[in-house]
């Protein structure tokens, strides 16, 4: 029974109330916001549920708990993408509204635990201050993780960006259909940098047509490893928490 992996929406409400109790439960959080001019809309929703329900399967056999992995949530807050188009967003209220039913329903079918796995950077926030919450107002164990921290480094320094040539190498593999050819650039654009600070700013994301670095540089096998080490490090988060919650 412990040593499964499940998709919610595959599994029948029979077999969802046995395992609930003793779960896992999963939830892929991304979005639905332009990725510049190269990339589909759908990216960071796609890369959460992917990365997600393979960490899942990875995981399985050694798990303690069965892995329950929802529907991945395909909204999230991307108001600062509005300006550009292509983008489907929730206000931060109204995105914390919606995780709080989600953990509910969760907690009162049975669900004990439970883990945010985020895709979108303007969710980060709003998954902290929900799980944190669901903690106090429901009494259930929750985590939250944003899957690029993950990623490792590379040369000392990995900053995933958005649009970049991080999240392009990734759709490479997962979509490469999707993957369109951006302008070249001569050099990565600066962004605000300031020590222990988090800087929010639209006048950056314009002047920067609203994506980071250097996507043309994206590579596909690059990607695969990024991918593999990504779902390779989510699985050991997944084995950790089932023991310790």
Not at 62 to 89: K, Y
Not at 171 to 190: E, F, K, W
Not at 191 to 212: E, N, P, R
Not at 217 to 238: I, N, P
């Amino acid at each position: 029974m412990a040593s499964i992996a499940a998709l919610w929406a595959h599994s029948d409400r029979e077999r969802l109330a046995r395992w609930l109790p003793d779960a896992l439960v999963l939830v892929p959080i991304g979005a639905t916001e332009q990725h510049g001019p190269h990339l589909p809309t759908g990216t960071d929703a796609l890369i959460a549920g992917e990365v997600t329900w393979r960490a899942a399967q990875q995981a399985a056999g050694r798990s303690t708990r069965p892995l329950l992995v929802t529907p991945t949530l395909e909204l999230g807050a991307s108001d600062h993408h509005l300006a550009f188009g292509g983008t489907l967003s929730l206000k931060p209220a109204t995105l914390l509204a919606v995780l709080a039913d989600v953990l509910g329903s969760i907690a009162t079918q049975g669900g004990r635990r439970a883990v945010l796995v985020n895709g979108h950077g303007g969710n980060v926030g709003v998954c902290h201050a929900a799980a944190a919450d669901a903690a106090v107002s429901l009494g259930i164990a929750v985590g939250h993780l944003d899957y690029w921290r993950l990623a490792g480094r590379e040369d000392g320094v990995f900053v995933p960006g958005h649009a970049g040539e991080f999240e392009t190498s990734l759709m490479q593999v997962l979509l490469p259909a999707g993957v369109g050819t951006p302008p070249p650039r001569s050099a990565a654009p600066a962004l605000v940098a300031v020590d222990d600070v988090d800087v929010h700013t639209t006048a950056l994301w314009a002047s920067i047509d609203g994506y980071t670095d250097l996507p043309e540089k994206a590579d596909e096998a690059a990607g695969q490893r990024r991918l593999d080490h990504v779902v390779e490090q989510m699985a050991k988060r997944f084995l950790d928490l089932a023991e310790a919650l």
